[in-house]
């Protein structure tokens, strides 16, 4: 192989469209852009989403009600009842409840809430409490401490 030898390869260059240079170029007279209207002149054309006269799609659908705070704090709940399951004085922390599955993440808060009966005191560590839960934990012989995050 010399180096005149070398070309591209078949199909990768291509020539420019050279428009509006004679009916022998295949595009002479309109140029590639039909015989009139508003994409045959220049700077026409209608945007993607435009719709020829319709009410556009964003103003037909319907409006959802009201709005959704952004500042929400989404708790992961868990109720008194699945507290049973732990040892009499053991202290039930948002670790041990993920441990336990309990809970999905590590990464919200956990609220305690007082569904159930609990009979052993427990140590609860949590970032909420129900007032209910509060009562029950304590009348158990448990403790409640609230987590500050």
Known sequence: ?????????????????????GYG????????RGMAGQNSRAGGGVP???????TPYYRRMPQKPGFKNFNRIEYQEVNLEYLSRFRKDSEVTPEVLREAELINTLGKPVAILGRGELKKPLKVKAHRFSRKAVEKIEKAGGTVEVIES
């Open 1 to 21: 192989m010399k180096l005149h030898d070398l070309r591209p390869n078949k199909g990768s260059k291509k020539d420019r469209k050279r428009v509006g240079r």
């Open 25 to 32: 170029s295949g595009y002479g007279k309109t140029s590639g």
């Open 48 to 54: 993607l989403w435009h719709q020829g006269g319709d």
